[in-house]
């Protein structure tokens, strides 16, 4: 199996879409085929050994439209981006031919009315003059829905321009009948023409679509502005000499770069591919990848992200991915795979498109046939025509088509800027239905990362001391226990002493001889089978630091019991915060950790969270995860990403945090680039207002096309003497398309 993009062009509805996503599956090969039509792309997914791009491309033309297999003409080295350049080349021809339309409009307008506009030139009022003027507008500004049309006659299929088509090709025809052969109509309507309703008509809908066109390159300017990052030249080092300054490179180009190349990063520069630091060091703003906006310091061992800008010193980094394995490459394409998406709403919205316009031709026919036989008699025949006509027009479902994708494109896009990936329209939807939301605790709601919390004396030893005769013994253990202690002694210049006769007894403690004494660590059962007194002081201390969520060491020295050293995995800085935030939001929250109960929920209080699943294996978070959506909640997991991936799969959404890494990508519907917990409640805050702006869409879509409908065919006109003109209706079918749009651009405002 394998995916391919095919770039379209000359789609003008929703229906435009369905019609080709259609003509995509039928063909040999392909599996599957989704078309966006905001995007003006198809996504198909096919079997290399059947399928035949060529064909694709052929079957889409018959249809009336345009298509271009991805890859199938490399772009030339510093050629513009597709995307841009198609709708650079979409919008150009728009406004030419809008400018044209409505320079012949205008006059075709006025000598259409002789009646209002007397002071217009004679010739002007001429039909033939009018017909001349109107046959580039019908059949040159608006050829694109004229072959849309025949090639869904040809296919037994109709959308937009078939009912442009129909409607404006009806009152041209007619109007170059009253023309030319006047004596074969009845008297009274051999002086009513319509060249202004066909032009003005297919001017104002032009002018339509290259007001959307404008409109949706904003709406997909996220995508444009990642791409934009990235630099476009590194300094590459010829031979790594000791000193920064001493650093003899080359300019070469970013494609250039391979995996292991050392690059030298200058001051104000643009950081080229991940990499890690090994010499140097610097202050980096992470924040057009992260969201982030205080620079993270970096030092050697340190990963940099390539796009990232490097603000203060220099230093050298040797590359570690590059091209699309970076990670601003995977923010991209994870972004414009959500973008391309649909949502289970658009899926209803092209159930409605695909009957929909055929129920609109039946309606137009069904109006003129009772205006025919019902309207006033010394005009049926102009009434019917025009009622006809309106109904066409207005009818017309392009805002149908733009509903769903163009919110989704602004709100994954505005989610990609603050550091939230979200994969797309099912995500956003799941996430706005979540009410209860569990988080792992090591890596998500603290740092992963044992630390030293307090000592705790009893005995004369200093707090120095105690720490140095133990982070001397645990350097010779492999335990996460120990590492915390001989850090902490490294951050706090505490030296650090050779050790003899060190043992080790599995899960129980340690022992070694510093300086002529024995220093024994571990447990009080450890301690005190070494003969080494408990008394109640000490285990009321125990007892405290255990509640408090922190594990206690205890330490013998030559002995006599010295004192305590807690160690606790911290918690994150704001994960209080996040917590806090959620429960307002009306949400239920638990934490799940393998800890012991005591141990877990003395962490859970401290953050705010009530409900803890306690001493529960890393297979076992899964079932956890079902138990709750069998009592009818709908379970968000919060976890890094790494041994949480079948609880990530379980879970009705699943938000991957942990910086960003592959596995996070992997396994998460939403991805959180920093491991900032607050950006939970910012994504789901995200979803559901992307997810109001879909449904506000549809509503207007639906409702504008549901009222007007039958103001159009002249249902209110009897009662209050109303109809709508097709002018106006053309008016109002174009401004409807970017009404969404920009209803969708909305959410680039939203603070989350």
């Known amino acids: 199996m394998a995916s391919k993009t095919v770039y379209l062009s000359g789609m003008t509805c929703a229906s435009c879409a369905l019609t080709i996503e259609r003509t995509l599956k039928k063909q040999k090969g392909v599996k599957n085929a989704s078309v966006n039509f905001a995007l003006r792309k198809a ?5 290399e050994k059947e399928a035949n791009t060529e064909d694709w491309v052929k079957k889409i033309k018959e249809r009336g439209y345009d298509a271009e297999v991805e890859n199938d003409h490399p772009q030339e080295e510093g050629e513009k981006d597709r995307e841009e350049k198609a709708r650079e080349k979409e919008t150009s021809e728009l406004k030419r031919k809008f400018l044209i339309g409505l320079i012949l409009s205008i006059p075709i307008f006025f000598g259409s009315y002789p009646m209002w506009f007397p002071w217009m030139p004679e010739i002007l009022t001429d039909f033939r003059i009018l017909l001349l003027l109107t046959i580039p507008v019908q059949f040159w500004v608006g050829l694109q829905f004229l072959r849309g049309m025949i090639a869904g ?3 037994r299929s ?12 009806a009152a041209f025809f007619f109007s170059a009948g ?22 003005v008509i297919i001017t104002l809908i032009i002018l339509g679509r290259y007001f959307e066109a404008l409109t949706r390159g904003k709406a997909s300017q996220a995508i444009r502005a990642l791409v934009g990052l990235q630099p476009k030249t590194a300094h590459r080092i010829r031979n790594h000499e000791s000193g920064i300054m001493n650093q003899e490179y080359d300019e070469v180009l970013i494609e250039d770069i391979k995996v292991g190349d050392l690059l030298l990063v200058k001051p104000g520069e643009k950081i080229p591919t991940d990499g890690v630091v090994v010499e140097g060091g610097s202050a980096v703003n992470e924040s057009m990848v992260t969201g982030e906006s205080m620079p993270v310091s970096k030092k050697i061992g340190d990963t940099v992200i390539g796009a990232s800008i490097n603000e203060t010193g220099s230093f050298i ?13 995977g923010i991209i394409k994870l972004v414009e795979e959500a973008q391309a998406s649909k949502a289970p709403i658009q899926k209803l919205a092209d159930l409605v498109t695909s009957y929909f316009v055929p129920a609109v031709l039946i309606i137009a026919v069904a109006t003129f046939a009772a205006w025919y036989v019902w309207g006033p008699a010394e005009s049926a025949f102009t009434f019917a025509l025009l009622n006809m006509v309106g109904v066409l027009i207005i009818a017309c479902p392009c805002a149908l088509g733009l509903a769903t994708p163009t919110a989704i494109m602004v709100g994954t896009g505005k989610g990609a800027q603050n550091g939230i990936l979200i994969k797309g329209g099912e995500a956003l939807e799941r996430a706005y239905k979540i009410n209860t939301i569990i988080f792992d605790k090591t890596g998500t709601l603290t740092r992963g990362e044992p630390e030293v919390t307090d000592t705790v004396l009893h005995s004369d030893k200093s707090p120095e001391v105690l720490i140095s005769l133990a982070a001397s013994v645990e350097k010779r253990s492999e335990h996460p226990l120990a590492s915390a202690i001989v850090e902490h002694a490294k951050q706090k210049n505490i030296p650090i002493f050779e050790v003899s006769e060190f043992k080790s007894i599995s899960g129980q403690g340690i022992q070694g001889r510093v300086d002529g004494d024995i220093i024994q660590i571990g447990r009080q059962s450890f301690l005190e089978a070494n003969n080494i007194k408990i008394n109640a002081n000490v285990s009321r201390d125990i007892d405290r630091l255990s509640g408090e969520g922190k594990t206690p060491v205890l330490v013998g020295i030559g002995g006599n019991f010295a004192g305590i050293i807690a160690i606790a995995d911290a918690l994150k800085e704001h994960s209080a915060e996040a917590i806090k935030k959620i429960k307002q939001q009306s949400i239920e929250t638990y934490m799940i950790t393998g800890d012991h109960q005591k141990t877990a929920e003395a962490i859970a209080k ?20 079902k138990e709750l959506q069998e009592k009818g909640k709908i379970v968000a997991m919060v976890g890094d990403g790494i041994n949480d991936a079948p609880a990530l799969a379980q879970a009705d959404l699943g938000i991957a945090i942990g910086s960003g890494t592959d596995v996070a990508i992997e396994t998460g519907d939403i991805v959180l680039v920093k491991s900032d917990l607050r950006d939970v409640i910012r994504a789901i805050i995200l979803s559901r207002r992307t997810v109001r702006t879909i449904w506000q869409n549809l509503f207007f879509s639906f409702f504008y096309n549901g009222a007007l409908i039958p103001v159009a065919a002249g249902l209110l006109f009897p009662f209050f003497g109303i109809l709508l003109n097709p002018i106006l209706a053309g008016a109002a079918m174009a401004l409807s398309s970017v009404s969404v749009v920009l209803n969708s651009l909305r959410l680039q405002r939203i603070k989350i």
Request: proline share 4%; no cysteine.
């Open 153 to 155: 006659f040809r296919h």
């Open 317 to 329: 980094f040797r590359a570690a991915k590059v091209g699309k394995d970076t990670m601003l490459s």
């Open 178 to 199: 009253v023309t030319f052969f006047p004596e074969i109509f009845p008297e009274k309507l051999r002086g009513d023409i319509y060249y202004d309703t066909s032009a």
């Open 606 to 625: 401290k953050v705010g969270i009530e409900n803890v699943m306690a001493e529960v294996l890393p297979k076992d978070k899964a079932q956890k995860v």
């Open 43 to 47: 996504f198909v997914d096919y079997d």
């Open 158 to 169: 109709a959308d937009m321009n078939t009912l442009i088509g129909i409607g404006t090709l």
